[in-house]
């Protein structure tokens, strides 16, 4: 009966001692080390998340309309309108 009891205790200790290095790597959640931010190991699975580079030049759209409209205001003067 205590041999048992024992070898339970003996099995349980290692089921645990196995279960925690295993979740551990299988959770699969990013680390930072030293400053460095690596990856998931599902990193290779994960939706890409990509943003275009934008105009260098800021107010590019108002810089055309004001260019537009000086170049109205230059045509109706040469014309007299």
Do not use: H
């Not at 009891?5 to 925690?20: C, D, E, P």
């Amino acid at each position: 009966m205590c041999r048992t009891k024992m070898n339970r205790t003996g099995w349980q200790r290692w089921a645990a001692i196995l279960a925690v290095p295993a979740t551990i790597l299988l959770t699969g959640c990013q680390v930072d080390i030293a400053g460095q931010t690596l990856p998931s190991p599902y990193y290779l699975t994960d939706d890409v998340q990509y943003y275009a580079p934008g105009p260098g030049f800021k107010l590019a759209r108002e810089a055309a309309a004001m260019q537009e409209l000086a170049a109205e205001q230059i045509s109706e003067a040469d014309t007299g309108y």
